[in-house]
């Protein structure tokens, strides 16, 4: 658990703060119960947003940490409650712990996949307006609200409930497609007390006015 982990936000601090999961931030997005991190930098840097930076840790050997990249009972525990849940039993791909294992490893879990857009045609629209270049800036910053909120709460049906099952922290690999095939592996915290102090790799810069 030594490694070292990057965090993107806009927002600089000197300490950690635990995530607070009362209401949405300024942009409307739903707010997580954990902090994530990343071990890969580019995966961070996407998170700072156009005038953020990048600050980094380490996960102190105090943390109760679950690796959902290992086949663990609680690993599989946590994959029956998220099949049992609403957005759980529409995913396509995790009807087998193997295919769990599997996903999870490979990073595509964190990424919702329906077996067909009948399933959620909204989201689907939503996601085709988001990359439509014609449409006036306005919605498609409403859209793009919608669709990252969408996998918010996919994200927050997966990790959020490792928290009650007695865990500090989480990993978990992720697939960004944007920056290429690799994965990232993923750190996602609820407890901040078992981090080290931020080490700025790359500070805010102050917005314009």
């Keep these: 658990m030594d490694n070292i982990w990057f965090h993107g936000t806009s927002q600089y601090f000197e300490n950690w703060a635990n995530p607070s999961i009362s209401r949405p931030s300024h942009e409307g997005l739903i707010p997580h119960s954990f902090v994530s991190m990343s071990a890969n930098l580019r995966y961070a840097q996407l998170h700072k947003g156009p005038y953020g930076g990048v600050c980094s840790a380490r996960l102190l ?3 109760r940490t ?15 409650q ?20 599997m996903s999870c490893n490979t990073g595509s879990v964190l990424r919702f996949a329906f077996s067909s857009e009948k399933e959620a045609p909204e989201l689907f629209a939503q996601q085709r307006i988001v990359h439509t270049a014609s449409v006036d800036s306005y919605l498609r910053l409403q859209a793009t609200v919608y669709v990252q909120n ?34 990232s592996t993923q750190l996602f915290i609820f407890n901040v007390e078992h981090l080290s102090r931020p080490d700025w790799v790359t500070l805010p810069k102050t917005q314009p006015i």
């Excluded at 679950?66 to 994959?79: M, Q, Y």
């Excluded at 998220?82 to 294992?101: F, K, M, N």
């Excluded at 918010?152 to 490792?162: S, V």
């Design 82 to 101: 998220v099949r049992s849940t609403s957005l759980g039993q529409q995913y396509s791909g995790l009807g087998t712990a193997d295919e769990w294992h």
């Design 61 to 63: 050997p105090t943390s």
């Design 66 to 80: 679950l690796d959902l990249r290992i086949r663990t009972e609680d690993s599989l525990r946590l994959w029956r």
């Design 150 to 183: 969408f996998t918010r709460r996919w994200i927050e049906t997966l990790i959020g409930p490792i928290r009650s099952m007695g865990y500090d922290a989480a990993i978990c690999n992720e697939l960004e497609k944007t920056i290429g095939a690799t994965a």
